[in-house]
Structure formats: structure tokens, C-alpha cells
């Protein structure tokens, strides 16, 4: 079992910049693939962006590909979120979720941290 804590969100204007953190608890994290979803108000929760264990995979939502870059410490068991020239769209709670397979699929992830805010003013 894996239990997920994010930390790192905040209020920033457009063009700046944020790290998210997930800090995961379990022996087996290193396990697992990662994923960061985000919900903005009155919409659905939305993949943004994974990462298999070894580094080799990542994927992103085409909304934030090339400012967004997930990352991985296995021996801290944490994964990163860096978000770059944020925009107001990007205002949301960012979760971090682990699934047992590599997938952009809510279904498929198996744990879910609390969440963090990120609110980014025009």
C-alpha cells in the first residue's frame, strides 16, 4: 500500500514558476508508475502528466507539454512536479496518484494524495 502527501502548491502569477512534491510512504513505491491529475473548479479531474519507475517513460497532456516536467527520487520516494510559464488555466488542485501500470487513466490509479492547490492569477 502506498500513501501520498503533495506539498508545494501556491499562488503565482502568469509566467511563473512552481514545484509540486508527493511524497509517497511504502516500501514499494519505486514500484509503481506515478501519475499528477488536476481539477479545476466545476470540471473534471484531468491527466496531466506520468512517469514510469525507471525514468525511461513520461507522458504529458498536450496542454502542458514543454512547461511541465515530471520527475522521479526513488531512494527519497518522492516525485516531482516542476510547472513552468504557468497560466491562469493551470489553476486547479493537483493530485498525485500511483497505479500499478503505466496509464493516463484516473481508473487505473490505485492511490491518491489529498491534493494541493495552484492558483495562478492573470
Known amino acids: 500500500q502506498v500513501q501520498l502527501v503533495e506539498s508545494g502548491g501556491g499562488l503565482v502569477q502568469a509566467g511563473d514558476s512552481l514545484r509540486l512534491s508527493c511524497a509517497a510512504s511504502g516500501r514499494t513505491f519505486w514500484s509503481y508508475f506515478m501519475g499528477w491529475f488536476r481539477q479545476a473548479p466545476g470540471k473534471e479531474r484531468e491527466f496531466v502528466a506520468a512517469i514510469s519507475w525507471t525514468d525511461d517513460l513520461t507522458r504529458y497532456a498536450d496542454s502542458v507539454k514543454g512547461r511541465f516536467t515530471i520527475s522521479r527520487d526513488n531512494a527519497k520516494n518522492t516525485v516531482y512536479l516542476q510547472l513552468n510559464k504557468l497560466k491562469p488555466e493551470d489553476t486547479g488542485v493537483y493530485y498525485c496518484?500511483?497505479?500499478?501500470?503505466?496509464?493516463?487513466?484516473?481508473?487505473?490509479?490505485?492511490?491518491w494524495g489529498q491534493g494541493t492547490q495552484v492558483t495562478v492569477s492573470s
Open positions: 496518484a500511483a497505479a500499478v501500470r503505466y496509464s493516463v487513466t484516473i481508473q487505473e490509479y490505485d492511490y
